[in-house]
């Protein structure tokens, strides 16, 4: 069964050429997607999530607001009890001089993986193939019984 990633536009945010250009690196990738488009909130995110049990959750966001459309998010992420990772890109801050900076301050947010606006969906795909093969090699730990006890 192919992965489910919820991808979409946040906040006010009205640039879709990126996602679209994204959605099909996915889908060619094998992986289901499910694309809100632009100007999605935070619950449309969890809501679509939840409602096609979706394995991540890829934010994307070009006009430097990110910061403040994301405040919040992994809270409601959690409130709905939601086991995704989750993905941030694009030009998330206004006057981004130092990238390392915004990406601390989204991993701080609680975001897996953070990228720039000049990362190629290749790059993406690769980082969501890793995580699901560390996530699946975690799920076989906890499913397999211990030898030591």
């Known amino acids: 069964m192919a992965t489910k990633v919820i991808l979409g536009v946040i906040g006010s945010d009205a640039h879709v050429v990126g996602i679209t ?22 619950e449309e995110f969890v809501e679509a999530a939840a409602a096609h049990d979706a394995e991540a959750i890829l934010v994307s966001s070009l006009y430097g607001h990110a910061k403040q459309d994301c405040e919040g998010f992994h809270e409601r992420i959690e409130e709905a009890d939601l086991d995704v990772v989750t993905y941030i890109g694009g030009n998330l801050a206004v006057g981004q001089d130092d990238f390392a900076e915004t990406r601390a301050f989204f991993r701080e947010l609680g975001f897996d993986r953070v990228f720039d606006s000049k990362t190629d969906p290749e790059e993406a795909i690769a980082a969501l193939r890793a995580d699901f093969d560390l996530h699946s090699s975690e799920d076989e730990r906890e499913r397999t019984p211990s030898l030591s006890a």
């Open 21 to 42: 250009i994204l959605e099909q690196a996915l889908s060619a990738s094998g992986f289901d997607v499910v694309n809100l488009g632009m100007q999605t909130s935070q």
